[in-house]
């Protein structure tokens, strides 16, 4: 199998996870780019990565389900071989609201995706790294997780605070294998996202209470995300970047 370096970027298709995808076939990985349903974006940046002379793979999985992220890292060891390093960036937030007005199904759709995806992705890397004694994981967690998101996704900021407190816990369980897992923490970065929530412009609107007067961009926090998947964080485990202009 392949000696190359490679990575696994879950939600890859746009925003963040697009970003670390073309950073890290610039940094000659080979990329395994997945998405949940759209195939033009996801297609879109493979042609990018590809362009970059470095594989590329498409997967379609909802990391929600079991099924598919079994299916997703077969794929993988069959195509690209030994997993070096997974980014788990899949995620959602619905309508901003209180929390008086999330539903119980809303709740359990928006945990089910971005902490049992993140659970489910982490073990299958695990599997594989563990039998390797080497491997990164990095988890894209949120700010949120620490404001709390008041008025706006109470269940997205709780998601992220699991996301937090799971890149804890298996950093400690697995460091003495050689794995690190590491998570950044991004404030308001420019992407779809904001749309997903009813506001497309929520970064605008939002420049002035950031400490840098600006939103973010997309490849800034790739740029951690690589740093820390990377071997120049050799001794880093266990730990977060903020990537929040200061916020
Ligand atoms: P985005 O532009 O909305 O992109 C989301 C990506 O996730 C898309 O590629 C989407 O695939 C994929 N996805 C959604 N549900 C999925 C599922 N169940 N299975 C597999 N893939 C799925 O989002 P983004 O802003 O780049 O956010 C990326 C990560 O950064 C998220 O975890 C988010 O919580 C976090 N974050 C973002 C910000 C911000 O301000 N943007 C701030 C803090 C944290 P399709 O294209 O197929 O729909």
């Known amino acids: 199998m392949t000696k190359q370096n490679n990575v696994l970027i879950t939600g890859a298709s746009r925003g963040i996870g697009a970003e670390t995808a073309r950073l890290f076939a610039d940094k ?27 594989d590329c793979i498409l997967v379609k999985a909802d990391v929600s389900k079991p099924h598919d992220v079994a299916n997703m890292f077969e794929t993988f060891d069959r195509e690209l071989g030994e997993l070096r390093v997974l980014v788990n960036n899949a995620g959602i937030l619905r309508q901003q609201s209180n929390m008086v007005d999330i539903s119980e199904q809303r709740f359990s759709e928006v945990l089910n995706t971005n902490v049992v995806g993140c659970f489910l992705c982490c073990k299958e890397a695990v599997k594989r790294m563990s039998k390797l004694n080497s491997g990164s994981i990095v988890n894209v967690s949120s700010k949120a997780s620490i404001s709390g998101s008041p008025h706006e996704y109470v269940d997205y900021a709780a998601s992220k605070a699991a996301v937090d407190t799971l890149t804890r816990g298996l ?7 050689g794995i690190r897992v590491n998570g950044v923490r991004p404030g308001l970065i420019d992407t779809d996202i904001h749309a997903a929530g009813g506001e497309p412009g929520r970064v605008a609107r939002l420049e002035g209470i950031i400490p840098m007067r600006r939103g973010g961009k997309a490849c800034e926090v ?8 990377s071997g120049q964080a050799s001794f880093v485990t266990g730990s977060f970047i903020d990537i929040s202009g200061g916020l």
Do not use: H, T
């Open 222 to 229: 790739a740029e951690a995300i690589f740093w820390l998947a």
């Open 28 to 54: 000659g990985y080979s990329v395994c780019v997945n998405f949940k349903s759209n195939v033009k974006a996801a297609e879109s940046i493979r042609q990018d990565v590809l362009a970059r002379g470095v």
């Open 171 to 177: 950093a400690l369980e697995v460091a003495a294998k």
